[in-house]
């Protein structure tokens, strides 16, 4: 029996909530896990019971080994989940806390869908050589989970801001509970008011994944973003943006744009200015150099980013949201907004990933 390894394929102990009426969804996050890795750092020694071919080994986990856990090999594993192909919600009737762990619900809520956050916050960390003791702007900081993550992964101090004052509050709380208020801070913002509410040159990282897209367009929270860094901090930034492949001469492109733009609650902007391009250009013109352009959803891969998201659709048992109730699925997607990201996807006009990673000019005041 190995006793130690560099990285351990794991379950992960979740929380199966009780109530009759999760069931369907407890089933539908089974077959669509919106991460499809999660990668963690053990705290403290211990022994992991349940694992091996058969799950009747026991493995010890040294403190400090990471622990990669394979969300989707794990829901579909027949040993854990019998015929793992069929839509069986009565699976979920008197189970127990270590049977599965969700994303978009519960104790790991993950509130921005576009199904990158655990797959991509420690890839952003690496990108911005995040060290001890730094100061961090989280924008869009939702229930906590990522401003802790941050603090347990790169030993960073946070400041979370959120528009959600119900966010805001669980966040607290939930950190308080984690014995971090001492490293982490919450504070209700809009996008609008960042640049009022701390004094300039106040952080040495911004971290924005997936947060910034409901800007009214890239030149102003930019301007903000970089007036908030201090001189040669960095920005990590993930947006939504269209690629080079859209045509803006296209009727049926413009018509996918502001279907998903209108469908998903988002600001119309002309498709130039929601581009990778006009993004670069717009941190370069707040006084940042781009120093990594990026579209992670164009990486080759087995499986694409947008394929849980067309699965789900073809499933007719599940619930999405609509104008008068917010399903947990993918994140509050309605199926509409979800059916054209899927279109847009599979022409490649459209990516929930492109990475930018900018770092302020160091004598420029960007005011």
């Known amino acids: 029996m190995p006793t130690k390894a560099d990285i351990v394929y794991v379950r992960e102990f979740g929380a199966a909530h009780e109530s009759a009426s999760l069931l369907k969804f407890l089933e539908a996050s089974r077959l669509f896990p919106v991460g499809l890795l999660l990668v963690r750092d053990a705290a403290e020694d211990v022994i ?24 989707l090999g794990m829901h579909s594993n027949p040993r854990l989940f019998p015929y793992p192909e069929a839509f069986k919600p009565e699976r979920w009737y008197d189970t127990h806390e270590n049977d599965m762990t969700t994303f978009s619900m519960g104790p790991r809520v993950w509130d921005d869908l576009p199904m990158s956050l655990s797959r991509h916050e420690h890839y952003v960390c690496a990108m911005l050589q995040m060290k001890p003791g730094l100061k961090v702007l989280l924008i869009g900081s939702g229930n906590g989970d990522v401003a802790m993550e941050l603090v347990r992964y ?16 669980c ?40 947060s910034l897209k409901a800007a009214t367009g890239f030149e102003s929270i930019y301007h903000d973003i970089c007036a908030l860094l201090k001189p040669g901090g960095k920005a ?70 947008f394929a849980p998201l067309e699965k789900a659709l073809s499933d007719s048992r599940l619930l999405w949201s609509d104008g008068e109730t917010i399903s947990p699925i993918f994140g509050g997607m309605t199926r509409i907004t979800a059916s054209a990201i899927v279109q847009a996807a599979k022409y490649k006009l459209f990516t929930p990933m492109a990475l930018f990673i900018a770092q302020k000019n160091a004598h420029h005041p960007c005011h």
Request: hydrophobic share 45%.
């Open 48 to 71: 992991l019971t349940n694992v091996g071919p058969n799950g009747d080994e026991q493995l010890a986990v040294e403190r400090g080994v990471r622990i990669v856990v394979d969300m």
């Open 154 to 169: 790169a030993d960073v101090d946070v400041v979370g801001v959120d528009f959600d004052i119900a966010k805001v509050r």
């Open 171 to 210: 966040a607290t709380a939930r950190v308080k509970a984690a014995n971090l208020s001492h490293r982490i801070e919450f504070r209700l913002a809009t996008l609008e008011r960042l640049s009022s509410l701390f004094p300039p040159s106040s952080f040495d990282v911004v971290y924005a994944i997936e």
């Open 236 to 305: 990590g930034i993930v947006e939504w943006c269209w690629t080079a492949k859209f045509d803006t001469n296209n009727i049926d492109h413009l018509r996918l744009a502001e279907l998903i733009e209108s469908t998903a609650g988002l600001p119309h902007r002309a498709p130039r200015d929601r581009s990778i391009n006009t993004a670069c250009d717009a941190l370069q013109n707040a006084g940042m150099t781009v120093m990594l352009c990026e579209d992670l959803g164009a990486k080759t891969d087995r499986i694409s980013w």
